[in-house]
């Protein structure tokens, strides 16, 4: 209890110093992990078992997130492979000629090393509302290819044969519609966890690996079984921390392996100088399928780093004693080092592309990715943005008094629902600053506002002032605190929905309810 104890606080300590100065906590958890190795700690069975835990809870997230549609797409098939086709045979090459190894040794870490990062990539996109963005969406769909790749390369190594009673798993898929069931019964507590956990952990973990299967796999699998089903967001997000925190015994056991010397780190920076023609790599191979400069570099820069997927890829060669573990601490600080540096620059991606798009321009091509093109929006004399409960109420009440109207969603999910409910409805993300100064508004007098996210809506209105836009700019918001940097960016009129929803309500209630008559 004692070395747990030990364990949490320099974890915490070094993330929380790690998180104020804007990178991500995990780095902390690795420095945490090679500061208790200097100090004479090592891992143990009950740390190795939170760790692998970690993992399992992170493929079966992934794998409820994976959708066969985003997949099957040319450019993140063809981008995933070929990129890291062409990365991990250039990073092979680099560890062959600048470090005296093994070729089977710089072999696994060049596969290591093509992977770029789920955790960081989807925390960066996420905190700047880009995850369905089209940039972003190529990115995760990049993301999940690679990670797919990783879980094959763990199945593969495992080193172990199938038991024949492998063939009994095939049942899973008749027993699908139960899983749907039990899912629909859990409720929206504590049930929804444990049930995450027993198909992650027990079902998918447990079961595969005692009949000769990866578990890394059976995770992934039980996941991707559970990927349609309407609630699959919500238990991703019910085990979402539970995951977080296991993942931090990951980091640090791969930290308790040793502590880097000066030569370690000084071999991490070396490997690291391949990550600017990993990003343009990622650009000029998306160029290829016709996206657009910026939706190139955006997704590029997102995956600019080494991932923790290459790190449990690697810990599989030190299990099955292809390398020694000092090696581990060389991919780790790699890792590191990769997130240090992609975490600031993701950060101000769109100033950097703006501060480059001469450059960057001249490689785009003159056609035009479907989904990456201008959004046409007609002879529309109002636009709503953001097609939510609000949005679809005030999209019906303006097509009701026959205003010519469209309505704009991010998530193109939801706009296809919409168009199947016969709306107007077109994917646009309306933190792009390419979608406003690419659309002809000539004609257009009011744009409403509806997306929840206060940033998202200040960001609009600025870009929309920005390019000239002189009709009414209308917006929604919850707190009072969030007029203010509407009005700064140029907002109109801005309507609270608490200010009249006492008096909609009794307005409703005496359109559709008999009262007794006062008189």
Do not use: C
């Not at 880009?130 to 390369?153: C, P, S």
């Not at 690291?272 to 000029?284: G, H, V, Y």
């Not at 093109?373 to 999209?395: A, D």
């Amino acid at each position: 209890m004692v070395t747990a104890g030990i364990w949490l606080s320099f974890a915490f300590i070094l993330g929380l110093l790690v998180r104020q100065v804007g990178l991500p906590p995990l780095i902390g958890y690795l420095v945490a992990g090679f500061t208790l190795s200097t100090l004479g700690y090592e891992s143990n069975s009950i740390l190795k078992e939170i760790a692998h835990a970690g993992v399992l809870l992170l493929l079966f997230s992934v794998g409820l997130k994976l959708r066969l549609s985003t997949l099957i797409r040319r450019e993140i098939l063809a981008a995933s492979l070929l990129h890291m086709a062409i990365m991990g045979g250039l990073t092979y090459l680099i560890i062959i000629l600048t470090i005296d190894v093994d070729p089977m040794l710089a072999l696994m870490s060049a596969i290591a090393l093509s992977f770029s990062s789920t955790v960081v990539a989807a925390k960066v996109l996420e905190s700047k509302r880009e995850l369905q963005a089209f940039h972003g969406r190529v990115a995760i769909g990049i993301l999940i290819v690679q990670d797919l790749v990783a879980v094959a390369v763990l199945s593969l190594g495992s080193g172990e044969a199938p038991s024949i009673w492998a063939l009994t798993l095939l049942g899973l898929l008749f027993l699908r519609p139960l899983l749907f069931r039990l899912l629909d019964v859990t409720g929206h507590g504590e049930l929804v966890v444990l049930y995450g956990l027993l198909l992650a952990l027990v079902i998918g973990g447990s079961s595969f690996e005692h009949l000769g299967l990866s578990s890394e796999l059976g995770a992934l699998l039980l996941g991707i079984m559970l990927a349609s089903h309407k609630r699959a967001e919500e238990l991703s997000r019910s085990i979402w921390g539970l995951k977080e925190v296991l993942l931090v015994g990951f980091f640090l056991q791969i930290g308790l392996l040793g502590h880097p010397d000066f030569a370690t780190i000084q071999q991490a920076l070396l490997i690291n100088l391949l990550l600017p023609i990993k990003a343009m790599l990622f650009f000029f191979i998306l160029l290829l399928f016709k996206l657009r400069a910026r939706s190139a570099f955006l997704a590029g820069l997102s995956l600019a780093t080494y991932s923790e997927f290459g790190l449990i890829v690697a810990n599989m060669g030190v299990k099955q004693g292809m390398f020694a573990a000092e090696w581990m601490v060389l991919l780790a600080v790699t890792v590191a080092i990769s997130f240090a540096i992609s975490a600031p620059l993701n950060r101000h991606a769109h100033e950097l592309y703006e501060w480059l798009e001469k450059f960057l321009h001249r490689f785009e091509s003159h056609q035009r990715h479907p989904d990456d093109e201008p959004i046409h929006i007609g002879n529309s004399h109002v636009i709503v943005m953001g097609m939510g409960r609000v949005g679809s109420g005030v999209y019906d009440s303006f097509a009701d008094k026959q205003y010519r109207i469209i309505g704009l969603d991010s998530d193109p999910i939801k706009a296809e629902q919409q168009r199947k409910q016969g709306r107007r409805v077109l994917y646009a993300d309306a933190e792009d600053p390419g979608l406003w100064s690419n659309m002809i508004l000539d004609g257009v007098h009011t744009i409403m506002l509806t997306m929840p996210e206060l940033e998202a809506k200040v960001l609009a209105t600025r870009q929309l002032r920005k390019r000239g836009y002189t009709g009414t700019i209308s917006t929604t918001i919850v707190f009072e605190e969030e007029e203010a940097p509407l009005k700064a960016a140029g907002a109109d009129y801005i309507y609270n929905y608490y200010d009249g929803v006492g008096s909609s309500f009794a307005q409703s209630t005496i359109e559709n309810v008999i009262l007794p008559n006062e008189a």
